[in-house]
């Protein structure tokens, strides 16, 4: 079916028709780009969070596709009710492997032996604890325990801020280094541009490397977009936490969806997928409101929410840094006009998407010495 949808280049709206099978609910859906009362209608927003006073126990993994969600929950109920007491216990894992307390492989990638846990033992511990007074389970050391990956280790913090010391911050500019540009501790002093031309009338050419399958790869797809390497790390560090950053462009068009993903580049060339960032232009200034990119001038786009990750660093090791436009058949399509992108055909691709990076863009990536 996505493939179909691919191929022909119909709108969006339309996957319904191509499974040969009405979806009302999916229909429903896609009528609420935006995050309006529909959506906020559906869970606790805002100041809902303020009236949960019951403790919270979650389990999560840096490979769970919806992470983003549940993260997005503990750091609302932290930020409205401050006073309910919440934990989260987090690792290598995946969504179905963050159900059963992990995997011994996740997308290829073998886990840390310590990072395998027996979830059902640790549930009915937490509710003997809550409910019977019996002892906290032994794993809930703090607030945020997490494994550290590489390391073999748990650790535990008293907030997602306390997890990190300070921040890495990268400047994605034009100069090159190796196969790649050099992503640079320092601040370009010119401002310079990288020129990139996506045209999505071209279904024989995609990009997906922002999804960490496989999580350990031999090389990375220099084509999909722009690279940026930094200089060898001289001392060993742990990545912790959710990186975010700045993208400064401008556009021919009026809105494009960007993906920026994060590797380790280990001594010996491979490549470890950390984490990503994928979202659309048009919301993020406000995901409630959709506001328009203004064609050739050059706009922020600022971005948060990224997956959280612990991963050991080794020295040697470099951060490679992609930037791209989300272009492939497993996702919607945003070619850039006004209209809603479930409206948007191929025939809106009739002028590629050029991009202009500046190398003011930077992306702060959390560690821990």
Do not use: C
């Not at 840096?62 to 992470?67: L, R, T, W």
């Amino acid at each position: 079916m996505q493939f179909r949808w691919w191929e022909t280049g119909v709108a969006y709206k339309k996957l319904d028709s191509i499974d040969g099978e009405p979806n009302r609910w999916f229909q429903k859906w896609i009528s609420h780009p935006s995050f309006d009362s529909y959506w906020q209608k559906m869970a606790p927003y805002k100041t809902d969070f303020s009236k949960i006073n019951i403790p919270v126990l979650a389990f999560d993994g840096y490979y769970n596709d919806s992470q983003n969600s549940s993260l997005y929950y503990l750091k609302e109920l932290e930020k409205y009710s401050p006073k309910t007491p919440f934990y989260l216990v987090i690792g290598p894992y995946g969504h179905f492997g963050t159900q059963v307390g992990g995997e011994a492989v996740v997308n290829d990638y073998k886990v840390d032996s310590v990072s395998l846990i027996d979830i059902k033992k640790i549930t009915y511990q937490w509710f003997d604890y809550i409910l019977e007074n019996g002892p906290k389970p032994e794993i809930l050391k703090n607030k945020i325990n997490y494994e550290v990956m590489g390391a073999n280790e748990w650790k535990s913090a008293s907030s997602f801020e306390k997890m990190h010391h300070e921040y890495l911050t990268f400047y994605l500019t034009s100069v090159s280094s190796q196969a790649f540009k050099l992503a640079d501790s320092q601040k370009p002093k010119k401002k310079e541009f990288l020129a990139q031309d996506v045209d999505f009338a071209d279904r024989e050419t995609s990009n997906n490397n922002y999804y960490p399958s496989p999580i350990i790869r031999k090389e990375v797809s220099i084509n999909d977009g722009y690279f940026f390497i930094s200089e060898p790390l001289t001392e060993p560090l742990i990545v912790n936490g959710s990186f975010w950053g700045e993208i400064k462009l401008s556009i021919n068009k009026k809105d494009l969806d960007l993906g920026v993903t994060l590797y380790e580049v280990t001594p010996d060339g491979e490549y470890f997928h950390l984490s990503y960032y994928i979202g659309r232009a048009s919301y993020a200034k406000d995901i409630e409101k959709r506001q328009l990119l203004e064609p050739n001038k050059i706009e922020t786009i600022a971005f948060t929410n990224t997956h959280f990750v612990s991963k050991q660093l080794n020295k040697g090791s470099r951060i490679l840094i992609a930037l791209n436009v989300n272009k492939n058949p497993f996702s919607q399509l945003n070619y850039g006009t006004e209209k809603d992108a479930s409206d948007e055909t191929i025939k809106d691709a009739q002028e590629p998407l050029k991009i202009k990076w500046y190398n003011d863009s930077f992306v702060k990536i959390p560690i821990l010495r």
